[in-house]
């Protein structure tokens, strides 16, 4: 959002951004977030370079598709556009992990380099916690041991925590 010189917001749309969401397999996943991410991308608020992680205990790319693709049709606020939908979907991967194993933020880490190179992300992250409180302190520490925490080289993280 910007303030033109009269004074008027105007909206633009992100830079790349790659958004990981830990939790993905659960209700807050498909009733809000999935839907508006769709719904910033219809109305074109969204870069090109942009694409979700899905971080859950058996999330693999299609599981997360498939599953978002089932469910997320019956949260959306207006009218469905299979165009809309198949570029949100073309940008939806999976993760599988336990919030408490080092080797799944390994291999978030990896999911990340690929998504990165395939959709321009530009080492962007926003982690979002879609989570129990109980894990909003492991989390954290756990993409710290990573690096998946640091901003190297002008790249911004930032980790989300609703509770």
Not at 32 to 46: D, F, Q, R, T, W
Not at 130 to 149: C, D, K, N
């Amino acid at each position: 959002m910007m303030m033109s010189q009269q004074g008027e917001v105007v909206w633009k749309a992100t830079g790349p951004c790659a958004m990981v969401i830990f939790g993905a397999g659960g209700d807050l996943t498909r009733r809000k977030l999935i839907p508006a991410v769709y719904n910033l991308k219809e109305s074109g608020l969204l870069s090109e370079n942009f694409a979700i992680v899905g971080v859950s205990r058996d999330m693999n790319d299609e599981a997360f598709r498939e599953r978002m693709r089932r469910e997320v049709r019956d949260h959306l606020t207006g009218e469905f556009d299979a165009q809309v939908w198949e570029w949100v979907e073309q940008r939806l991967y999976g993760s599988p992990g336990n919030f408490n194993d080092p080797g799944a933020y390994t291999r978030l880490k990896e999911a990340l380099a690929r998504v990165d190179e395939r959709h321009g992300t530009g080492g962007n992250y926003l982690h979002y916690l879609a989570t129990p409180p109980s894990f909003f302190s492991e989390i954290p520490r756990q993409l710290h041991q990573v690096g998946l925490a640091r901003q190297p080289d002008g790249h911004w993280r930032r980790v989300v925590e609703i509770g």
